[in-house]
């Protein structure tokens, strides 16, 4: 089992930054894809971003492409999800999450994932 825990999450002003980390303990492992979602009230959960075991490689939704990062501390077994010119409609729950697995063919798909942390709110005002 892996659990994770998300912190980071709050209220900022549109055009602010937040940083989320997710530190994952249990039987983790440095191989794992780790990734994060969103949900906003009344939407499906939507990706937003992976990263893989080696963290060379990083995958982004359309959606916040050029204004996320995602990046590991393998050491820490803790992913970050850096935001930089929030958008009120970026206003979700983010939740962290492992896969078991190093690659995927659509990283999108959240079925392909095993574990899940319990959400952090992130509300943009405008």
């Known amino acids: 089992q892996v659990q994770l825990v998300e912190s980071g999450g709050g209220l900022v002003q549109a055009g602010g930054s937040l940083r989320l980390s997710c530190a994952a303990t249990?039987?983790?492992?440095?191989?794992?894809?780790m990734g994060w979602f969103r949900q906003a009230p009344g939407k499906e959960r939507q990706f937003v971003g992976a990263i893989r075991g080696s963290g060379a490689s990083t995958y982004y939704a359309d959606s916040v492409k050029g204004r996320f990062t995602i990046s590991r501390d393998n050491a820490k077994n803790t992913v970050y999800l850096q935001m930089n010119s929030l958008k009120p409609e970026d206003t979700a729950v983010y939740y962290c999450?492992?896969?078991?697995?190093?690659?995927?063919?659509?990283?999108?798909?959240?079925?392909?994932?095993?574990?899940w942390g319990q959400g952090t709110q992130v509300t943009v005002s405008s």
């Open positions: 249990g039987r983790a492992s440095s191989s794992y894809t």
């Open positions: 999450t492992v896969g078991r697995f190093d690659y995927s063919t659509n990283y999108a798909h959240d079925s392909i994932y095993d574990y």
